[in-house]
Structure formats: structure tokens, C-alpha cells
């Protein structure tokens, strides 16, 4: 695709001021990274990053029936979120793979916003409308509203700091969502994130994109790109659609099953509920290598020398300074197995772990 | 802009040479560095091995790529900068020094086909 076909999001001329180097991602130009990726990681993790995160798409879907409709196409419980709380969730195809991961946030019983994949937006949006009842409307914000991330241990305080409702941002529950105003902008501040860290996702108008953005940044919080946002979400143990997910990957081998109700019908239930009642051949495990080397989807992992997995997603961690991966492994290798990963013709020796290489203290 | 030594000679595919007598010291330019990211790991040909001009001696790993290192000149390897196993954001912070990656003997003439600093200038952008 050339670059005059792509979009650009509100904080595009904001990126080229700070220097990043911007690739095409889901259609997007997006700044992979602004300083270094190890520098903007350890940001996130010792202080305060943020990521424009506006290419990912917001839809909401409002009108009498949206619950029920909503408990039809995605996995999680829906019945069980409160106004202004929100949930990771899935939307299964009738096959039991993933459409797509998305969040789902109830604003009232006949009002809900959900948040897509950006690579998945047009899919997510025709794959919804087959399901969507009479009575409910859809409505695509992506367009009009800018979404930044803000996250780190700082990144409450900060956001807090900006707020004109601090107590409500310091003390709400993740996944809550708080109406506020941020550097004075009408702030849709949700307690989530693609880190493993604390903070929040902020949805506000793209006539003042640069507003929030500015003020965030004067507050210390450091701009980071989409090259360390996958580097933490690997730490953090997070799926990435088209890596951990897809059509025809079963969630359950990914080790989503907490995503998935046990009680509802949903499409895709009974393809899913086997699933978890039979196991999956293969399991989404981490892998920890002893090497700093960069590990590819698509590599091999060997136990011995029988290939016993692939690898989905692969990065080198400034958290454990050492290549971590994902890998879809025979069912039976347990964590603490030794086993190795052809990268490019030479076997790294690496561990099986638990994916959660970083957790929250 | 990335720095571009008048001194040296370089490649489309974004590695250096300087020549000394007989003597071709080669690494990857300030702008091939910068475009990679942090390097993690450099994988480099054994003391020895005999390259021919565009040939493949090994590749650079950075935290999102990876990048294959092509001889600019003929030769011989005689000696490879063993420093960038336990240091190799050297590649990054002194790409035409410290992070330089393998010395060969030449075995034939330096290609005319080689950039200047001019040359790669326009390449490089």
C-alpha cells in the first residue's frame, strides 16, 4: 500500500514533532518508535508512556435488545457489568475460532461502546451488523475521536493530576470508566490498558487531540510507540489478534477460557465448550530463552529433537533483558520443560514459562 | 540526518567499508543502525572464511528485525569484532568504530560500483 492511501490519525503532525519513525500498520501510519524501544518500555514500566492508540476502532451500539444481542456475539458475560464498567471479551465465529478481541463497556442497559481490533474494523463491523436486531443502531466514532493509552505506575497520578475529578480517577477499579475532563477536554477515561501495567485508555474528540496529548506530555508522560507496546504486551502475557487469535484458533488453546462464559449461549458456544471440555492438542505456553536473540512467529520449538510447537509472537525483553516468546506447544510439555527454538538455522536453548512474564506487584 | 563519514565507501544495501593498504574493515552505516533499533545480536562468519562481493556473511538483530549483512569487497575474513557478542548496541552507538563488524583481507580490487559519501547520501533518506 502506498503511503498517499494511508490514514493518518489527530496525532499524526504530533508524532513527526517528536521525531518518531512512522510504519504502515492495519492502514494506519503509526510511530513504531519515537527514542528506542528498550527506552520506551522501561518508561512504561518505571514511570509513565502513552501510545496513540486512535487507529483501533470505537463503535457503539445502542437501542432496546443491545444487551442480549451483545450476549449473542461475544464470549464474555455481558449480564454482569454494571453502568461505567467495561470487560475484555471475544467475538466467536460458529466454528468456535475468534472474529475478533475486543472490550465491551455497558454505559447504560440500552447504551454500550465497544472497542475493535483497527486490522479487524471493517470484519468486526460486517460480522456484528448479520446479528444486530432492528431495534439496536450501530454508530463507528473511530473517525471523530482520538484514543490515547496512558500507562505505568505513574500513570494514574498523572492522569489524576489533569482530571477535574482526581478522586474518581484515583480510585477507580479496572476496566471502570470515569467521565471527566482531562486538561479540560471531555474525557471518556477508561481504567485499561495493553500493558500489564496500571492506567488508562482516554477517548476524548479529535478537535483537541493535541490538547490531551500536550498536556500529558508535560506532565512527564513519555511517548511511545507501537515497537514497545508489543514488547510489553508480550511480557504482560497479552494475546495479539492474528498471532494468539484468529479464525481458526481455538481460545481456549490460547488460554482464554476466563474470557469465556460458562453459563450463556453464544455463537460459537458449542464448538468452545468441547473445546474445553476435550482439551487442545496444543497450548499457548511462554517460552523464555537464555539468549538475547529476536524469536519470529513461525519458528519451531523442539523438545529433543521433535518439533512440539510454533512460535506466535516473539520479542526481546528489556524487563528480563532476554528473548520471550509465545508458542503453540504440545498440550503435555509442562512449564519448566527445557526445550529449544530454531532461529535462523541455530537452536536457542530456552524454558518453558508461564506467559505472564511480567505481573503487577 | 545520519552521519556519513567522507572517508569511507559504502553499499546500497547500507554497509561501510574503509580501506588501509590491503585491509577492508566493514559494519552497517549510522542511518542502517538507526533504522534497525537497538541492536541484540550480530551473527558474524568464522576467522577464515573466504567472501565473495554481495555474498551474505551474517545478519544483524535488532528488537524488531532482522538484517542480512552482504560483503561489499572479496576477501578473506581476518578478523571478526568479537566485542558485539556481549556488547552489541555497540552497532548503535559507534557504528563506524567500536561496532564495526568483520575485517577482510582483499583478494581482488575494491568494486567501482561503491558509493561515496555522496552517493549514499541520496540513498540514504
Redesign the interface.
Known amino acids: 500500500m502506498s503511503h498517499a492511501a494511508m490514514l493518518r490519525t489527530p496525532l499524526y503532525d504530533a508524532h513527526l514533532k517528536l521525531n518518531a519513525r512512522m510504519v504502515p500498520f492495519a492502514g494506519y501510519e503509526m510511530p513504531v518508535q519515537y527514542s528506542s524501544i528498550i527506552a520506551e518500555s522501561k518508561a512504561v514500566r518505571e514511570g509513565a508512556g502513552m501510545f496513540d492508540v486512535s487507529h483501533m476502532a470505537r463503535v457503539s451500539f445502542s437501542g432496546e435488545g443491545v444487551e442480549a444481542f451483545l450476549e449473542q456475539i461475544t464470549t464474555n458475560d455481558v449480564s454482569k457489568l454494571g453502568d461505567g464498567q467495561g470487560q475484555y471479551s471475544m467475538m466467536p465465529n460458529h466454528g468456535g475460532g475468534i472474529v475478533d478481541d475486543i472490550i465491551v463497556y455497558r454505559i447504560t442497559s440500552d447504551h454500550f461502546e465497544v472497542v475493535f481490533n483497527a486490522s479487524n474494523h471493517a470484519k468486526d463491523v460486517a460480522w456484528s451488523n448479520q446479528f444486530m436486531p432492528s431495534t439496536v443502531t450501530m454508530s463507528d466514532k473511530t473517525a471523530d475521536t482520538v484514543m490515547v493509552a496512558v500507562q505505568g505506575p505513574s500513570a494514574r497520578k498523572i492522569v489524576a493530576s489533569l482530571s477535574d475529578n482526581p478522586t474518581a480517577i484515583n480510585e477507580a477499579a479496572m476496566f471502570e470508566v470515569v467521565n471527566c475532563k482531562i486538561a479540560g477536554v471531555d474525557t471518556f477515561a477508561a481504567c485499561s490498558g495493553y500493558t500489564g501495567e496500571d492506567g488508562y485508555e482516554l477517548i476524548y474528540s479529535n478537535s483537541e487531540a493535541e490538547t490531551v496529548w500536550n498536556a500529558l506530555l508535560e506532565a512527564g508522560v513519555a511517548a511511545c510507540g507501537l515497537g514497545s507496546r508489543d514488547t510489553l504486551r508480550v511480557e504482560a502475557g497479552l494475546p495479539l489478534y492474528g498471532h494468539e487469535l484468529t479464525d481458526e484458533l481455538s481460545p481456549i488453546a490460547a488460554g482464554l477460557g476466563w474470557v469465556i462464559s460458562k453459563t450463556k449461549s453464544f455463537n460459537g458456544s458449542v464448538a468452545i465448550n468441547k473445546a474445553r471440555e476435550e482439551g487442545t492438542a496444543t497450548k499457548l505456553q511462554g517460552i523464555k530463552l537464555s539468549a538475547k536473540r529476536l524469536i519470529a512467529p513461525g519458528m519451531k520449538v523442539y523438545l529433543g529433537e521433535e518439533e512440539v510447537g510454533e512460535v506466535s509472537s516473539g520479542v526481546v525483553s528489556p524487563l528480563l533483558d532476554t528473548g520471550i516468546a509465545f508458542a503453540f506447544i504440545n498440550s503435555e510439555i509442562k512449564q519448566g520443560t527445557e526445550v529449544a527454538i530454531d532461529v535462523r538455522g541455530k537452536r536457542e536453548p530456552g524454558v518453558v514459562a508461564n506467559k505472564r512474564f511480567f505481573k503487577r506487584a | 540526518m545520519s552521519n556519513i563519514p567522507a572517508d569511507l565507501k559504502y553499499t546500497e544495501s547500507h554497509e561501510w567499508v574503509r580501506i588501509e593498504g590491503d585491509v577492508a574493515t566493514i559494519g552497517i552505516t549510522d542511518h542502517a543502525q538507526s533504522?534497525l533499533?537497538?541492536v541484540?545480536?550480530v551473527?558474524l562468519p568464522s576467522v577464515g572464511k573466504t567472501l565473495a562481493i554481495g555474498e551474505t556473511f551474517g545478519?544483524v538483530?535488532?528488537?524488531?528485525?532482522?538484517s542480512d549483512l552482504y560483503a561489499p569487497v572479496a576477501g578473506e575474513v581476518i578478523e571478526i569484532n568479537g566485542e558485539l557478542a556481549a556488547a552489541?548496541e555497540l552497532v548503535n552507538s559507534d557504528p563506524y568504530g567500536q561496532g564495526f563488524m568483520i575485517k577482510i583481507r582483499l583478494s581482488g580490487e575494491v568494486p567501482g560500483t561503491l558509493l561515496d559519501a555522496v552517493g549514499y547520501g541520496a540513498v540514504a533518506h
Request: glycine fraction near 8%; avoid cysteine; charged fraction near 35%.
Open positions: 533504522e533499533g537497538d541484540v545480536y551473527d545478519s538483530e535488532s528488537v524488531k528485525t532482522v552489541s
